[in-house]
């Protein structure tokens, strides 16, 4: 039993007085099914008997290990604005604004009252529209609250990644996506369609529209267009064809049908020569959709949108509607999760690092980052290593790829600086105006930097949030404080378990660097080709056999994973395994592991990465997955990964006939 805490290559991190006390396994027994071999299903024998004997909470779409930690996340949340509220805080302070802003979005008796007055000033917007250049220029001031057909953003330029871009983007269904729309055939898929026909007529209804079926139908005719001219999922992973910068002047050429000049005004963004078109045959025909559309079709349109965003906070006949089609209908859900924890998800939203500092302050010590730190530095030198041993890549690219690797960001638990809210207007008893303001305040800020140098300090996720990611334009890679905790590290586990689930983490997001879109920039995060051309073939053939690999699993009946839409995720699965494996062997600085439980630690970090993957989904909710989600479902990021690597089949023995069993060379190895 070792004595030091991920000792050798990861060093310490949890060292001292605790670690006295053997140290377990970090499997939950209970939740394995005995009945099943690692060999047939590893996700199974992990996790088969938690999948019995647990039920998906009525108010939830799947569950599991990110739903649990999420859960606890916002509880976290809950007591920080709680122990806020009790205090006496200043007027205007970000204490203050906190407390009202949660305080608010409770009070749906105050809510219930109001009834449709605080959107009233965005209906008579939207109705008194005189003219299509009117109409236009309500699309920038609601690009903030409102979905519309373009969409407006800023991000790093692809090809500047030091500068500030603005951006189009295709937007303005009212359903997850265009095959929402437009697939044939699919039972699935027609009934969600008719959900949202049966929402958008009582939105209507609701609304006060005497003709409310008929103005449902003109929408969701509309809303055919939209998508029939949206771009799939698939091409929108392509960097390198989202990438289209160009001039207002040639834009106005190209889509007459609407003036650049005044929508971008309208949206708050600063006088400028260019913008990034992402998908340039979507703009097009939705310029002249624009154009050839009634006017009264489009106020349809936009009141329907309106009712639909704002529906968290309109009387409860509207957000009961939102959750029979946004819940029941798309995700299987069976009841609204609690409105306090609707509040922390807006208040997140609205004033997340505010709230943020606070959470790391109670919940995530200093040491905690500088030991993650140490870890993740460790990952990077083991996957160098990976990159040495590469037999298909040359010498000349490797050493592009080291040397993108050793100009990776790490960021780690939460930012150094933390955003000012200073600005930002929250009214007690305006629950809508404080989201809608909320909203807006933080569209302003990102569009108002459009030509500016790049924040590189800036994070694009919140401390509590329980998630990682990887930004190919900074090349960074950056993880939350809320991750960093059981099952994903637990300081009271034997090192394998810690290596098998928050290893295999890290990993994933060091090699989405290297996926098929991350591949496509350099390490200062500039769209540049650095591969030779043979290189660049070879990858891409072994990239085919993985999308072949996750095209055969079928989720749902007749419903199988898209291997393009998902290939991102799956290579940054299968990578991250196999690096983490080798920071773990490396870790044991020659010695046999330490066998726990029966279990050799060869074992146990194989069976830790399985139970990180340990949920359930309601049919409802995976067939949105699969429809729009680059991530494979869980099992099939569990199973997927390990039966590509060696080391699984090493560690459990297996041999033709077991159900996980894939023969060497028919092994996919890539990083």
Not at 111 to 140: N, Q, R, S
Request: hydrophobic content about 40%; aromatic content about 10%.
């Amino acid at each position: 039993m070792k004595t030091t805490c991920l000792a050798a290559l990861i060093g310490a991190l949890l060292c001292g007085s605790a670690l006295a006390a053997p140290l377990t396994s970090g499997l939950d027994s209970a939740g394995s099914d005995p009945a099943v071999r690692a060999q047939d299903d590893l996700f199974r024998a992990v996790n088969g008997g938690w999948l019995a004997k647990t039920p998906i909470p009525a108010d939830k779409s799947s569950f599991g290990t990110f739903i649990q930690l999420r859960d606890l996340s916002d509880e976290r949340v809950k007591n920080i604005v709680e122990e806020v509220a009790a205090k006496k805080n200043a007027a205007g302070s970000v204490e203050d604004k906190v407390a009202a802003f949660y305080r608010s979005y409770m009070n749906t008796d105050a809510i219930d009252a109001a009834g449709l007055k605080p959107l009233a000033p965005t209906l008579k917007e939207i109705e008194t529209l005189k003219d299509k250049k009117a109409l236009v220029a309500l699309f920038g001031r609601l690009q903030s609250t409102v979905a519309t057909p373009i969409g407006l953003g800023v991000s790093g330029d692809f090809k500047q990644p030091d500068r500030y871009m603005a951006m189009t983007w295709q937007d303005g269904l009212g359903m997850p996506d265009r095959d929402y729309y437009l697939k044939k055939g699919d039972a699935r898929l027609e009934k969600a369609q008719e959900a949202y026909k049966t929402y958008l007529e009582t939105l209507f209804k609701l609304a006060g529209d005497k003709h409310a079926a008929e103005s449902a139908k003109l929408v969701y005719a509309l809303e055919v267009k939209i998508a029939q001219a949206h771009w799939d999922k698939v091409e929108n992973r392509n960097p390198a064809k989202i990438y289209n910068p160009m001039t207002l002047a040639d834009l106005a050429k190209k889509a007459p049908g609407i003036d650049w000049t005044l929508f971008l005004k309208n949206a708050a963004f600063p006088k400028i020569d260019t913008i990034t078109v992402s998908q340039p045959s979507q703009v097009i025909a939705t310029a002249k959709l624009i154009q050839k559309e009634p006017l009264s079709t489009w106020k349809l349109y936009l009141t329907a949108h309106a009712l639909d965003s704002a529906s968290d906070t309109l009387p409860k006949a509207f957000r009961e509607a939102h959750f029979a089609f946004h819940g029941k209908a798309l995700n299987g859900t069976e009841q609204e999760k609690p409105r306090w924890q609707q509040a922390t998800a807006q208040l997140n939203g609205a004033l997340g690092e505010a709230v943020g500092q606070v959470y790391v302050a109670k919940y995530f010590p200093p040491a905690d980052k500088a030991r993650m730190v140490e870890l993740v530095h460790n990952l990077l030198k083991a996957y160098g290593n990976s990159i040495d041993g590469l037999t298909w890549m040359s010498p000349a690219t490797k050493v592009q790829a080291k040397e993108k690797l050793s100009k990776y960001m790490i960021k780690i638990g939460y930012p150094d600086n933390w955003r000012d809210y200073s600005k930002l207007a929250v009214r007690d008893g305006d629950a809508l105006g404080n989201s809608a303001r909320a909203a807006r305040f933080e569209f302003e800020r990102q569009v108002r930097r459009v030509n500016d140098k790049v924040d590189r300090a800036e994070w694009g996720m919140f401390p509590q949030t329980v998630n990682a990611y990887y930004n190919p334009s900074l090349n960074e890679i950056v993880f939350p404080a809320a991750i960093l905790q059981p099952p994903f590290f637990n300081a009271a586990a034997d090192d394998a378990v810690n290596y098998g689930a928050i290893g295999a983490v890290i990993g994933h997001e060091i090699s989405h660097g290297f996926d098929d879109e991350g591949s496509q920039f350099d390490g200062d995060g500039k769209l540049r080709n650095w591969w030779t051309e043979a290189d660049r073939k070879a990858f891409d053939e072994i990239g085919a056999k993985l999308i072949a690999q996750y095209d055969g699993y079928e989720p749902i009946s007749g419903k199988h994973i898209n291997g393009k839409l998902t290939q991102g995720e799956n290579i940054a699965d299968l990578s991250g395994l196999q690096i983490a494996y080798k920071a773990y062997k490396l870790s044991l600085a020659g010695k046999p592991s330490p066998v726990i439980d029966g279990l050799t630690g060869e074992q146990r970090f194989f069976l830790g990465w399985a139970q990180a993957w340990r949920d359930k989904t309601r049919e409802a909710a995976l067939l949105q997955r699969i429809t729009t989600d680059p991530h494979s479902p869980a099992e099939f990021r569990a199973n997927g990964a390990a039966v590509n690597n060696d080391a699984f089949h090493e560690a459990f023995g297996t041999k033709p006939g077991d159900k996980m069993y894939k023969a060497p060379e028919a092994r996919i190895r890539l990083w």
